[in-house]
């Protein structure tokens, strides 16, 4: 089944942009009492704004949310570009025979219960699925996934999700996890240009989305969630062809015992031993990542951090303990604490209140006070990124613990603008650190600093350990992509 | 110099009660117009509830906030059992003298620029506070710290802290991050026997401290922030001796090269090399960390977790890629999520609505719905525990992904009453999981489930990683406790 699938795809490599910009949309089960207020997919895209036609289709319903209903898609009357099927696993085979005499481009297979049952027939239920479209025009998305959110294309699964563009794709064999971690993306400056959920991939799968992303003028960055492909090679070339032309980050789920038996329940795709993708990701130079929190950190620094010149890091921040750890943390994650040039330490010694007694070092001791920031705070900062030795410059606050001494945000607000304008006027990237805080207020303050930093471009993160190591394989990625 | 405060120390084994429960406290270098409002040490104090007396002294005032203020230490006309020093670094010297003669318990100097200040003459001046209290009554802890903080004996360094008492002892040579994770800890349950700000170790230093907190009864669980030892020897005896008798956590400072440098400008204590730290760790049973963080993580695991009997982990959360992922990290971290026993699977698949036609697999899928928690989530939590093959529950909650959904937060309060509620029935330890938001309404929701599952006495995390991470190593800690 698995070798039939596969070349069924690679005899399909054609124009996915339907898959993106439909203008019509059939949605298979619609809910015959759905409101503009449940949330179903008819709703949803008409919140989001999807400017083609919709077709709500149920047999026992004339009109859905004010729109003509029709029993089944044979009967509408034009071309459908795009079908939402949202019926009982049993059903689909029906409905999708019917898709394809009607000669729709894209059927997005909402619908479990197939090679993700672990059983039979499960299994045989998919491959009829393949075996209906096999030769036709019409392409089939899933089954057992949520399909895709593209804001240019007026397309979403949730509506949760921004309706600003971005150049951040996603290609994912599981959707729950993008409901979480898109709102903490847009939280940070993050949107998207293509997103696709693509479950159980009977017929397209992760290579051609991505021998797509890879040419889309629209994308910059490509985020993978992968459990398995059915074609292993296509996959590679797909993924170092993309990678050429824009960073790939990889989240391999199965990697561990644990987590292979895991798929089996999920996606049931072909996972591939830990021996082999590590091979994978070192003939790629795909970016490869552990988690979905760690995903997040790693699109934040490669869309927001010009690529570091190498892995010297000047960090700013509190002093003591704080930043003994936050160097170490930095040289644990690959990246290299230089000591500063005489010329720096000169320069930084000039500035008042910074260097009483002390010698300055690197981590330079200078941020949040009780009063706000440090006054030569944007001189200092200049002054630590014009070292030679220094590629980039980690900042930290945490302002929480400053809460007690403020009256109210105001300095906090004021601190974020000097920072935003500073690393603006730098040449070298800067890593913002803007640490969590350990109630509503302090919280209240990193969210509104995190969402600022995002909003003006800023590279945030919420612990060095994230910043060091996100960064850290920003430097590794274009460091390879030269050699 | 760092032989003789060796020996210093080492002849000076004493109690250390007047550290924590000191019956008189003066403060020299108190502030003229120190009020209730601004953060002084006395108004600190008063705020927190100390009961003892308080001794201002300032040549130039004769009363501070209602208190009689004293030219000097030695015209006050009682015995002063603490004396805080927050005066310049050269006149530190006199005032210790003046200490000595006077014979106060412990004196705490809070001033910086002796070993720290990186220069010659710090270094003289901190050795001459080791010679003026040799062979006194007088001990010292400092210089350039913040001192002590302990609920029970009414002392604080920090108005951020809570009152109340907890069982964990924190032994720390920075006193910034303290003010930093303190209340963060305390946000998830965690409060504190007694903590020690100690700052350059002239006198007191850390072994003592291990040695006292070892035999102390309020204490069940020991944090170090070390960055240096005079006495390696000792602090490994110290270490090892406290390990045996309750977890010593050490966050060991200046691992890297660009970490020990910046403690030259910290505390300037003697580093020693990763290489004979690793042999400590191995040989002390410690538990290392490498954040502050972790820190977090790791106190947390060991004040709530029950020990589990293995590395064998049922997942409870979200399936999909997340469940996936989230096996993947547990057996990364060293946990392992086995396939669960087919009694286990038998019942979880009387669950309505759990299991429609997919096996049940380890991690079982159930959570959050869009209607608030699912109904058979505390029947399927204790199954899961059931299982002969699971020695340790993960349960993750997302929160924020719901929030669009709910009415307002009741589902959430009645999800966090169902969980904490079973996870107390249960016989073995569960680590929960509950995520952080992206915005205040989702954030709002994490963080009071935070607090509530801390306060009922779970372990709680916001990441996977954080708990799988910290609860392998309570195994190991246990496993290596018994061979």
Sequence with gaps: MKQEIASGAQTQVRDLSKLFYPESIAVIGASADESPRSDGWLGRLQRFGYRGRLYPINPRATQIMGLRSYPSIADVPARVDYAIVAVRAELVAGVLRECVSKDVGVVHVFSGDFADSGNEQGQLLQHELTAIIR????????????????????????????????????VSQTGAALIRILPLAHARGIYCSKVVSYGNAADIDSPELLEYLAHDADTRCVLAYIEGVADGRRFLDAVAKCNREKPVVILKGGLTGGGARAIMSHTATLVGTGHVWKAFF??????????????????????FLRPPAGPNVG?????????????????????HVPALSADTVRSLQTLKGLAVGRGVRNPVEMGLG????????ADGLRMLAADAKVYLVMVQLYPEGYVQHWSGSRQMEEAIDILIDTVKSLQKPV????????????MALTLNAHQRCGASGLAVFATPEAAAQAAFKVIEYYANQKS
């Design 135 to 170: 030769g036709s025009g019409t392409r089939l998305i899933g089954p057992n996934c949520l399909g895709v959110y593209c804001p240019s294309g007026g397309l979403t699964f949730n509506h949760g999700f921004s309706k600003q563009a971005g150049s951040l794709a996603i």
């Design 282 to 303: 070192k003939k790629t130079n795909a970016i490869a990542i552990d988690s979905f929190d760690e995903a997040l950190n790693q699109v934040v620094a490669l869309q």
């Design 431 to 442: 890593a913002t650190v803007i640490g969590l805080g350990h109630d509503m207020e302090s």
């Design 315 to 335: 960090i700013v921040g509190l002093g003591g303990g704080l930043g003994v750890v936050t160097a170490d943390i930095c040289e644990k994650a690959g990246l």
């Design 370 to 377: 009780k009063t706000g920031l440090f006054k030569g705070f």
